[in-house]
């Protein structure tokens, strides 16, 4: 999210947001890497063309409605949807079926198949994954950041497991 932050505040959305692109140093630092695509599309000036990976694509940018900061937001989102979950919110046999899933389906609650995960880390979770980039809560990278680093983040990942846990 800091990445994503400083990238953002300098005009660049990096347009491949994925695993492969966030990179886990030994000290526990966080690159994001493979800026590629926002290289491309800055040097070729055309905001009209879909860059990206299935299933992190943001469901404005399949619409054909631009891809902006928010979907990178969405990717980010896809990432934290899978490390607390252990799947992909947008799971189907075929990249044109994920692309539909992206546009159509709502992933399915986190805290079903993860128990005892934070209710609020499922919120952050599903927040930014909504469809309409206006709805994305947190707005920003930044907003992102702050609550990712807040006061609770020990404890935000799992609690015990309540009742809606079954």
């Not at 055309?46 to 940018?61: C, H, K, L, N, S």
């Amino acid at each position: 999210a800091r990445a994503l932050e400083a990238a953002h505040a300098q005009g660049i959305v990096h347009r491949d947001v994925k695993p492969a692109n966030v990179l886990l140093g030994r000290e526990g630092s966080i690159k994001v890497t493979d800026f590629g695509i926002a290289d491309l599309v800055s040097s070729i000036g055309r905001g009209d063309t879909v860059f990206g990976t299935p299933g992190y694509i943001a469901p404005e940018a399949l619409r054909g409605e631009g891809q902006g900061a928010p979907g990178d937001l969405f990717a980010l989102g896809v990432i934290l949807y899978f490390c607390a979950t252990g799947t992909h919110p947008f799971t189907a046999p075929s990249t044109a079926q994920v692309l539909k899933a992206t546009l159509a389906h709502a992933p399915r609650p986190p805290h079903l198949l993860q128990v005892g995960l934070h209710a609020e880390l499922e919120g952050l979770i599903l927040g930014l994954l909504a469809r309409s980039p206006a709805e994305r809560q947190p707005g920003t990278a930044a907003a992102l950041a702050g609550r990712l680093e807040g006061p609770r983040h020990g404890c935000l990942l799992y609690t015990s497991p309540s009742p809606r846990d079954g």
